[in-house]
């Protein structure tokens, strides 16, 4: 198995050189990170080693992320480093990721693949980007802003898309269309993932029944939730919480 130091010559060419990489140290909203094959992190930007409670600059190094993450969050992680691994790239993933110990919150993940010269796949690349600041400062976030904290703090309430197009100023076809652009996904299921990621959150975190659960993040009933989770999830909000409480 190749080491860090194989894989950044590789791509010293991208990067400049291994030095080049701390560049991303000046960015205190941005975490860069590159695994291996294995999943194990060659190297992290000084955000995300802070973010989970690191003093070691290398904190994460070494590691893979069931062993510094929550299970719930690295298990979705490590399916999407799979994809990536195959050969495949994903752009603007919205997906909770630890903001510092203990708080999760919803970021922008891309991943790539990183090849070898003669083009073999030895490891990915990633970036995660709290996703409010990416919607106050990149196109085309910015005018999306709105809604985005429209949806955060009404998420449980019933949400028509007419009411988020006239957050964002728009008329229902082009906030349609330029929701989509940036997320690659429509508004109904960015409400939908955002409303399961909050459940997922409620049955580890707390005690309460999943009929309270699912009225609380904005579904209509115990099956309405039961139904959506187990599509989204692929397994019963009950499964989930066993598999994960206290993990």
Known sequence: MRGKESILCDFSGFFGSGQGLRLFDG???IRFFMKDVRGVYMHASRAMHLAHGFGDPSGVVGLKDHEFIPAHLADQ???DDRDVLAGRE???RIEMVMRHPGFADWYVTSKIPLRDRAGRIVGLAGVSRDLEEAAKSASPFLQLSPVLNHIRERFASTLEVEVLARCAGMSL?????HFKKAFQISPAAYVRQ???GKACQM?????KTITAIALDTGFSDHSHLVREFSQSMQTTP???RKRYRGG
């Open 194 to 196: 955002f409303r399961i």
């Open 238 to 240: 009950g499964a989930y």
């Open 27 to 29: 960015f205190a909203d």
């Open 173 to 177: 076809r082009s906030f349609q269309r």
């Open 77 to 79: 992680y490590t399916r």
């Open 203 to 207: 049955l580890i975190e707390t005690n």
């Open 90 to 92: 994903i752009w603007g």
